[in-house]
Nanobody, 114 residues
Framework: QAQLVESGGGLVQVGGSRRLSCTTS????????MAWYRQTPGRQRELVAS???????AYADSVKGRFTISRDNAKNMVSLEMNSLQPEDTAVYYC????????WGQGTQVTVSS
């Protein structure tokens, strides 16, 4: 059974950085494009960044140049390095496959405080 576990969230000041990690199991990781998503109350979950098995990346315009997604195919892990954080980055962050979504994990809360 697929399992996704996000970690690394917390409270950070405006302009600060945070690194999120996601450990996965049961999803044939090396064959999937993986992605980070985020959601705030009352809004749809949005795609933030994705990375193919070969390492090609794509980003939402709102985070381009500030966030970096990476993956470790040996450890079945995907990470998101977030820099120059802004209050609008406050959200619960989730990882999942970009296609063939698996059951969502609990996510990890990132709160950017001014």
């Amino acid at each position: 059974q697929a399992q996704l576990v996000e970690s690394g969230g917390g409270l950070v000041q405006v302009g600060g950085s945070r690194r999120l990690s996601c450990t996965t199991s049961g999803i044939n990781f090396n064959s999937n494009t993986m992605a980070w998503y985020r959601q705030t109350p009352g809004r749809q979950r949005e795609l933030v960044a994705s990375i193919t098995p070969g390492g090609n990346t794509a980003y939402a315009d709102s985070v381009k140049g500030r966030f970096t997604i990476s993956r470790d195919n040996a450890k079945n892990m995907v990470s998101l390095e977030m820099n120059s954080l802004q209050p609008e980055d406050t959200a619960v962050y989730y990882c999942n496959a970009k296609i063939n979504l698996r059951p969502w994990g609990q996510g990890t809360q990132v709160t950017v405080s001014s």
